[in-house]
């Protein structure tokens, strides 16, 4: 399996606040990342992927990926309580997926 | 109809027994994998299978075996539960092509081993 690491947490933001989520890989073969969003005792659901170096937008969330630097980013926009979850960072590798321990994000009201 | 079924929801065993989870999809997914999750370690591959005939150890995979039934069903047996078995355990499908492959979860099973 491939190492993927996340920003340990917790992270607490203000509601409306931006909460940013940072992690990092070690395969520079990986080509997809993904992250996604799981509330306590729940499974996870895919919220984000990206491919290709940049940003890629979806609502309120942005991911941003640079491959040079084998780094991958969530940026939570305009956070809100529902917001408050655990983040999981995946790579795959041969259609298999590396997960990070996960950062947990809450949001303040 | 959940996409991904997985049985039991709980489950509480003693150390020693032999256990099966199960897990069941809808979505006419080639591949299926189990993983464990425990606190602060993330998620962690057991087993994964590409097809009916193709079964593939993960980085965490003594202590378990799985069956693939069917396309639709990929069962993980823990053939003599031991404490540290203690985990939330999730079974995950994946299909078509591409680099959008992500995973659809099941809801998982808690096995508590005592």
């Known amino acids: 399996q491939k190492e993927v690491e996340q920003n340990s947490g917790p992270l607490s933001v203000p509601e409306g606040a931006i909460a940013s989520l940072n992690c990092t890989y070690s395969?520079?073969?990986?080509?997809?990342f993904f992250w996604y969003r799981q509330y306590s005792g729940k499974s996870p659901e895919l919220i984000m992927f990206i491919y290709s170096n940049g940003d890629k937008e979806d609502g309120r969330f942005t991911a941003q990926l640079n491959k040079a630097s084998q780094y991958v980013s969530l940026l939570i926009r305009d956070s809100q309580p529902s917001d408050s979850a655990t983040y999981l960072c995946a790579v795959d590798g041969d259609y298999k997926l590396s997960f990070g321990a996960g950062t947990t994000v809450t949001v303040r009201a | 109809d959940a996409d991904v079924t997985q049985t039991p929801r709980n489950r509480i065993t003693k150390t020693g027994k032999r256990i099966m989870l199960e897990c069941s999809q809808t979505k006419g997914h080639d591949r299926m994998y189990w993983y464990r999750q425990d606190p602060g370690l993330g998620l962690r591959l057991i087993y994964y299978s590409f097809d009916v005939k193709d079964i593939n150890k993960g980085e965490i995979s003594d202590g378990y075996s799985v069956s693939r039934q069917a396309q639709a069903k990929f069962s993980l047996s823990l053939e003599s539960a031991i404490p540290n078995q203690t985990a939330l355990y999730f079974c995950a499908t994946s299909g078509g092509g591409g680099s959008n492959y992500g995973y659809t979860f099941g809801s998982g099973t808690r096995l508590t081993v005592v």
């Open positions: 395969d520079r073969g990986s080509q997809s």
